[in-house]
């Protein structure tokens, strides 16, 4: 079945320890993203990947890291969380020639107190 | 910077027509999509409309763009409780339709 999975899918962590959301796709995409999703602001991109190695910065990046070392996984790191990175988290990949029809994960529903 | 906007509350009678707007800024847009996000779950693609299109039907649903006034609407026809849902509009800024710009969301709520 194709998928792209998500872990864990709830997180409470607390202010500055590091943490890593993993992301893996299993359609051989080349792009991947990671979005967060708070009321009233719809979903903001944090960072994307176009292919193995090759990563930008999104619309929020500030606090995050990503890598892609590998195709099929995309993981978002949080090297020293805070309160204001609580938030409900979403990975998402597609193919560069799927007129952008995007596959979205569950969703991780991060708590930082 | 590129920008989408949408209410973020509608809510319709079982059987009513549904109509969610969406405006958007960057006229060299590709492709426009609605997704849905049922509770819980991550977002799906509902259907797209390419950018020289005005119009678009699939079933229920009927996706008009007004390119002059960069409006983009989705009409759900009869709807049904199972359509309330979370609904986002969005916009690719690239060519191959990787990088989007999402609405803020309209929550659509169906009542018997």
Redesign the interface.
Known sequence: EAQ?TQNPRYLITVTGKKLTVTCSQNMNHE?M?W?RQDP??????IY?S?NVEVTDKGDVPEGYKVSRKEKRNFPLILESPSPNQTSLY?C?S?S???????Y????TRLTVT | GED?E?S?FLSVREGDSSVINCTYTDSSST?L?WYKQEP??????LT?I?SNMDMKQDQRLTVLLNKKDKHLSLRIADTQTGDSAIY?C?E?IDN?????I????TELSVKP
Request: net charge positive; charged share 10%; hydrophobic share 35%.
């Open positions: 792209v792009y993203s979005y009233g602001l719809g979903l903001r991109q994307y176009m979403f998402a597609s560069l020639d799927s007129r952008g029809e995007q979205f994960g569950p969703g | 989408v949408q973020l492709y999509y819980g779950a991550g977002l799906q693609l797209y390419f986002f969005a690719s191959q339709g990787g990088k989007l999402f609405g803020q969301g």
